[in-house]
DNA sequence: GCCAACGTTGGC
DNA sequence: GCCAACGTTGGC
């Protein structure tokens, strides 16, 4: 028996780019997740995340790097199209829309916590002592939860 | 701003 | 295929 598909994850980003707030701000409270250029991140969109799945959205990069809230996966992954366009910071001139190289998915807000559960806090639940995003040096912007991560995470906030 | 850690690139 | 150089990430 296979063990069961990882439909738990953590999307990564710095505020100042796409913050939790943007999302919440949105009249259908959805958005694109695009501008991923790392491969691994990238097969997890492509090839591991389902419509329906959720994850957590993580700020990086600012004063309380944490957990704000969480996502739905709201569409199978696509040609990222800011690899096309030549005034994006995303730009890929290696990429083509014959063979694009980047994935993008879509997002719809679930929660926005009203605090975060700060990294800080974090590296204090045992539950999460082996966390992907925890690990020394990890960089990825897409990671899999675990579901005892999940649980306890959502624990931490009361839910 | 610093710097450790990592991924990617490209010469060989 | 190796690996040094480089650019980026992200906590502090």
Redesign the pocket.
């Known amino acids: 028996m296979s063990p069961p598909r990882i439909d738990r994850w953590l999307l ?3 505020p100042d780019e796409f913050s939790i707030d943007t999302l919440a701000a949105r009249p259908n409270r959805r958005g694109v997740w695009d ?1 991923v ?4 991140a990238r097969n997890y969109m492509r090839d591991g995340m389902q419509v329906g799945d959720l994850a957590f959205f ?5 004063a309380v ?2 957990v704000y809230g969480i996502v739905s996966i709201a569409s199978a992954a696509y040609a990222d199209p800011a690899q096309f366009d030549r005034k994006s910071a995303y730009f ?1 001139p ?1 990429s083509s829309t014959a063979a694009p190289r980047w994935s993008a998915i879509d997002v719809a807000l679930v929660e926005r916590w009203h605090a975060p559960v700060t ?2 806090r974090l ?1 204090t639940i045992a539950a999460c002592a082996d966390m992907v ?1 925890l ?7 897409i990671t899999p939860v675990a579901a005892r991560e999940w649980r306890a995470i959502c624990a931490a906030v009361g839910r």
Do not use: A, F, I, V
């Open positions: 990564k980003s710095e501008g250029r790392n491969y691994q993580y700020h990086s990069s600012c790097p944490g890929d290696k990294l800080e590296r995003t690990r020394r040096g990890n960089r990825l912007s």
